[in-house]
């Protein structure tokens, strides 16, 4: 069974057809637990909404890098108590630092650094996003003894070599469609390195399609693919693979 520790069903992408594509994904047996994680407020308050509908679906709230503007007291609190106040809040997330697309970087290190916060505050992991800021990520989370929480580094972009100073802050690895295009050498590598108790799969759903849908919209059973691509690395069964990933996932989130 999958499960995708990290999905954006709450975003516009799914207003259509959300409710019909998650029970049908879920009644089919494949797609056990999901993980949604926001970017923003308004999306924190959709995963709540998300939570109370769907018995499989947890939440991760938190204020993506890309979204500084959203760094207020007031919204900072608002994601404390929303994560107090339901059982199946399970991360912060996804919060880090973004280097293409997040704006000033001293404003995004303060929004990091308030969310790690709170995460060691109500002991939950972390689901960080690091897009071209590998060093001052990793610099942050330690800093900031992250590895009391721990979490995972969503769409892993970093080299195998990284790998020891990611485990060092007790991070997991998240893995998605990425490691199924043609010119990912550097993910399959990190793939091939990576310990069996550190993997999960993801998807980010809508976004990152796995081949043969690259191109089209994500959805969680896509990650069939993905799984697929890690059990040839590894040389073992996609069901070992689905396995391991579920339990690790499980642990993870405290599920």
């Given at each position: 069974?999958?499960?995708?520790?990290?999905?954006?069903?709450?975003?516009?992408?799914?207003?259509?057809?959300?409710?019909?594509?998650?029970?049908?994904?879920?009644?089919?047996?494949n797609?056990?637990?999901?993980?949604?994680?926001?970017?923003?407020?308004?999306?924190?308050?959709?995963?709540?909404?998300?939570?109370?509908?769907?018995?499989?679906?947890?939440?991760?709230?938190?204020i993506?890098?890309?979204?500084?503007?959203?760094?207020?007291?007031?919204?900072?609190?608002?994601?404390?108590?929303?994560?107090?106040?339901?059982?199946k809040?399970?991360?912060?997330?996804?919060?880090?630092?973004?280097y293409?697309?997040?704006?000033?970087?001293?404003?995004?290190?303060?929004?990091?650094?308030?969310?790690?916060?709170?995460?060691?505050?109500?002991?939950?992991?972390?689901?960080?996003?690091?897009?071209e800021?590998?060093?001052?990520?990793?610099?942050?989370?330690?800093?900031?003894?992250?590895?009391?929480?721990?979490?995972v580094?969503?769409?892993?972009?970093?080299s195998?070599?990284?790998?020891?100073?990611?485990?060092?802050?007790?991070?997991?690895?998240?893995?998605?469609?990425?490691?199924?295009?043609?010119?990912?050498?550097?993910?399959?590598?990190?793939?091939?390195?990576?310990?069996?108790?550190?993997?999960?799969?993801?998807?980010?759903?809508?976004?990152?399609?796995?081949?043969?849908?690259?191109?089209?919209?994500?959805?969680?059973?896509y990650?069939?693919?993905?799984?697929?691509?890690?059990?040839?690395?590894?040389?073992?069964?996609?069901?070992?693979?689905?396995?391991?990933?579920?339990?690790?996932?499980?642990?993870?989130?405290?599920?």
């Amino acid at each position: 069974m999958i499960f995708d520790t990290h999905a954006h069903y709450d975003c516009d992408a799914y207003d259509l057809d959300r409710d019909a594509l998650l029970q049908e994904m879920h009644a089919s047996g494949n797609v056990g637990l999901i993980l949604n994680c926001a970017d923003g407020i308004e999306s924190c308050h959709k995963i709540m909404d998300l939570c109370d509908k769907y018995d499989f679906v947890y939440g991760a709230l938190g204020i993506h890098p890309e979204r500084v503007e959203e760094l207020t007291d007031e919204n900072l609190s608002s994601i404390q108590q929303m994560a107090t106040s339901n059982s199946k809040i399970k991360a912060i997330g996804e919060v880090g630092l973004d280097y293409v697309n997040g704006g000033d970087k001293d404003e995004q290190h303060k929004l990091f650094i308030r969310q790690i916060g709170i995460s060691r505050e109500l002991g939950l992991p972390l689901v960080i996003h690091d897009r071209e800021a590998h060093q001052d990520t990793l610099t942050i989370l330690k800093q900031e003894k992250a590895w009391e929480v721990g979490g995972v580094m969503h769409c892993y972009s970093g080299s195998k070599e990284m790998l020891r100073q990611v485990f060092d802050i007790n991070m997991h690895i998240g893995i998605g469609g990425v490691v199924t295009f043609k010119n990912a050498v550097k993910v399959r590598e990190v793939v091939e390195a990576l310990p069996h108790d550190r993997l999960i799969v993801e998807t980010d759903a809508p976004y990152l399609t796995a081949v043969p849908h690259r191109g089209h919209r994500n959805r969680s059973d896509y990650i069939a693919y993905v799984i697929e691509q890690i059990a040839s690395i590894w040389n073992v069964s996609p069901e070992m693979v689905e396995n391991i990933t579920y339990d690790n996932g499980k642990k993870l989130f405290k599920i």
